[in-house]
């Protein structure tokens, strides 16, 4: 019981990261879980959020008394590296650029992101999965860059 604990600890606890985008150096705020001590590595998935919300309030969402509100913990228990990032004008990314924050946008938000994970965390490739219009930019950025993508789940 004790070591199930401290897996479910350890998969809470997460870390910031930040990427700058194109020649503006627009920031985009990135969220990493690492898989659960003791699990055997499985890969790195990559969830992309749709247009109603940003990206923790999506995939590590905090439930008391709901353990498994979270995607990011359950994965990361199970010994998946898990990541999210907020597109431009979502959450805690730069909303400054009077622009829409398009499909295309999000691909090439998606594009400087994935960069930045695969430098950080190693991965060959990583596994991708993108909910409502999260799976529209999964989609553009996966056929703009197949080398970086193992797997591509479309949820919408």
Not at 25 to 50: C, E, M, S, Y
Request: hydrophobic share 40%.
């Amino acid at each position: 019981m004790k070591q199930a604990a401290s897996k479910a600890r350890a998969a809470e606890s997460g870390k910031e990261h930040w990427v700058g985008k194109g020649r503006e150096n627009v920031r985009l705020f990135l969220w990493q879980k690492l898989p659960a001590a003791g699990a055997q590595r499985r890969g790195t998935v990559l969830f992309v959020h749709g247009s109603s919300m940003a990206s923790q309030p999506t995939f590590d969402l905090k439930v008391p008394g709901r353990p498994d509100s979270s995607v990011m913990d359950w994965f990361a228990a199970r010994g998946f590296e898990t990541w999210c990032m907020d597109n431009e004008g979502y959450g805690r990314s730069d909303k400054s650029r009077p622009i829409n924050c398009d499909i295309a946008n999000g691909a090439d938000d998606l594009a400087a992101g994935s960069e930045y994970i695969l430098e950080t965390s190693g991965a060959g490739k990583l596994l991708v999965y993108g909910i409502s219009s999260g799976a529209l930019r999964a989609a553009l950025f996966a056929q703009g860059h197949p080398e970086r993508v193992a797997r591509l789940a479309l949820d919408a």
